[in-house]
């Protein structure tokens, strides 16, 4: 084993030390196409969010256009989130960090394009049969069965090009982050076939607990363990800090890997399932504070001798914001599956105002930051604006802290209104206007943010390259 590759894994020098100097080797169409598109996306189903918050302090608000109703808006919102922008984001992020960390080309660039290609054209047909109405009524299960198959498709490619690249690799050694790649790849193989064609095979509450296992697993093998491999490469790299522990990073990802699966149905204590299976989603869903405090003291610990750099550094803020929003949304899982407090949160706002830390504020926070780092680099140009970075930073954080503390309580005092039989049901949803109120302000602010972090990622790639830009500022 080469000396660079040992010191890539105890962390006694920054992740990936010949990235810098193998950059030419990298052709990164692929991540250019996945991450321009789903910067798009993201613009795109941010106003789909805006017109379901408005929805709720204004129930009437564009009800009359069967298109623009709530059963046709909330599917896209969350479909375009999750694949439209988010594991788009992540997959092109892949495409940029794996070949890295590896110190060679893509397996197969042609591969990665037509990947892309393939992928859009899921998007799009999403948009449009959602819109139609063409909906399967499954959380996070909504695509037709048709598209469904698309996405296997292409998840096949995706998987085929980052194992083919691995397995061509230059070093011996693997960093965590290519551990946590091909975990996302696995798992969800695993987690989108039970899903989205399992469930078809089953009805009542065995459909109903197979559901839940994808929804929560959903976020917990797919969107979590590619979000920690983009933490895990770009917090080191951006801090320009080791990796604190490569052996607590390894606990963290095979604890995660032994637990998660088996969380997914503390969405159904109190329900119609057996009370041994309640208790086995409630152990293992404590256990979850194994996985999540390895990974976030990792983080933290990395950071040593470095935080000043929040002061300038945009990727940074987002990534460290991004682990406090990882932290607190992976002790509420845990708090929620204990039966007493099932017994009040569940099924109310609190549980929306938790699951959007998770994807827009952990998940999204270290997509952006990662894109904020490479668009300059794959496109071989300077960042638009840092200006604009700022702006889209603490919008993004005060909107999503509005958002979320005010579902949470809202959430919590909802749940002690429908436990009180006195109280009409009718009365508990008048009481929730000022929250939705305020959930439409912040929903407001965070697409502020969206439309700033876009303008700025689309304006440096069309603005000067190279030479060009060199050019620029030796006039200026």
């Known amino acids: 084993m080469q000396k660079e590759e040992l010191i890539q894994n105890v962390g006694e020098t920054p992740v990936a030390p010949a990235a810098k100097r193998s950059d030419s080797i990298h052709d990164d169409t692929t991540a250019k196409i996945f991450i321009a598109s789903s910067v798009s996306y993201f613009v795109i189903v941010g106003l789909v969010a805006l017109i379901i918050a408005a929805k709720f302090s204004m129930p009437s608000f564009l009800g009359s256009v069967q298109y623009l109703t709530y059963g046709r808006m909330r599917p896209l919102h969350v479909n375009g989130m999750l694949f439209g922008w988010l594991l788009a984001a992540d997959m092109g992020l892949m495409f940029y960090v794996v070949p890295r960390l590896c110190g060679v080309k893509l397996w197969s660039e042609k591969l990665g394009i037509a990947?892309?290609?393939?992928?859009?054209?899921?998007?799009?047909?999403?948009?449009?049969?959602?819109?139609?109405?063409?909906?399967?009524?499954?959380?996070?299960?909504?695509?037709?069965?048709?598209l469904d198959v698309g996405v296997v498709v292409a998840w096949i490619m995706f998987?085929?090009?980052?194992?083919?690249?691995?397995?061509?690799?230059?070093?011996?050694?693997?960093?965590?982050?290519?551990?946590?790649a091909m975990g996302t790849i696995l798992w969800t193989a695993f987690v989108y076939l039970t899903g989205n064609f399992a469930t078809l095979f089953t009805t009542g509450v065995n459909q109903?607990?197979?559901?839940?296992?994808?929804?929560?697993?959903?976020?917990?093998?797919?969107?979590?363990?590619?979000?920690?491999a983009i933490a895990y490469y770009f917090i080191p790299r951006v801090s320009n800090n080791p990796l604190y522990s490569h052996k607590l990073s390894m606990i963290g990802?095979?604890?995660?890997?032994?637990?998660?699966?088996?969380?997914?149905?503390?969405?159904?204590?109190?329900?119609?399932?057996?009370?041994?299976?309640?208790?086995?989603?409630?152990?293992?869903?404590?256990?979850?504070?194994?996985?999540?405090?390895a990974a976030v003291y990792n983080f933290i610990s990395t950071?040593?001798?470095?935080?000043?750099?929040?002061?300038?550094?945009?990727?940074?803020?987002?990534?460290?914001?991004?682990?406090?929003?990882?932290l607190?949304?992976?002790?509420?899982?845990p708090m929620h599956s204990l039966r007493a407090v099932?017994?009040?949160?569940?099924?109310?706002?609190?549980?929306?105002?938790?699951?959007?830390?998770?994807?827009?504020?952990?998940?999204?926070?270290?997509?952006?930051?990662?894109?904020?780092?490479?668009?300059?680099?794959?496109?071989?140009t300077k960042l638009y604006s840092e200006a604009l970075a700022n702006w889209s930073f603490w919008l993004f954080l005060i909107g999503g802290l509005g958002f979320f503390v005010t579902l949470w309580l809202g959430g919590f005092w909802q749940g002690w209104q429908w436990n009180n039989p006195a109280i009409p049901f009718i009365d508990t949803v008048v009481a929730l206007k000022p929250v939705w109120h305020v959930r439409l302000g912040s929903g407001f602010l965070m697409?502020?943010?969206?439309?700033?972090?876009?303008?700025?990622?689309?304006?440096?790639?069309?603005?000067?390259?190279?030479?060009?830009?060199?050019a620029n500022v030796a006039v200026a």
């Open 328 to 333: 607190l949304t992976c002790f509420q899982g």
């Open 342 to 380: 099932n017994a009040i949160v569940s099924k109310t706002d609190w549980i929306p105002g938790h699951a959007h830390m998770a994807v827009l504020g952990a998940f999204s926070f270290f997509a952006i930051a990662g894109t904020y780092h490479v668009v300059p680099l794959i496109f071989k």
């Open 115 to 146: 990947t892309g290609i393939l992928w859009n054209a899921i998007i799009l047909g999403a948009v449009v049969s959602l819109v139609m109405g063409w909906n399967q009524g499954l959380e996070y299960a909504e695509l037709p069965t048709l």
């Open 303 to 326: 950071m040593r001798g470095q935080w000043h750099q929040l002061r300038e550094n945009v990727s940074l803020k987002f990534l460290m914001s991004g682990v406090v929003f990882y």
């Open 447 to 470: 697409f502020g943010g969206i439309i700033t972090f876009a303008y700025n990622i689309l304006a440096t790639i069309l603005g000067p390259k190279g030479e060009e830009m060199e």
């Open 159 to 180: 998987g085929a090009n980052i194992f083919g690249t691995i397995a061509t690799r230059k070093y011996n050694a693997m960093y965590v982050s290519l551990w946590y």
């Open 208 to 228: 109903a607990n197979l559901n839940w296992m994808y929804v929560h697993n959903a976020v917990g093998l797919i969107f979590t363990p590619v979000g920690l």
């Open 253 to 293: 990802f095979w604890s995660l890997a032994f637990v998660y699966v088996w969380t997914g149905a503390h969405h159904m204590l109190h329900g119609p399932i057996s009370q041994w299976l309640q208790t086995i989603t409630i152990v293992f869903s404590v256990m979850l504070l194994i996985p999540v405090w």
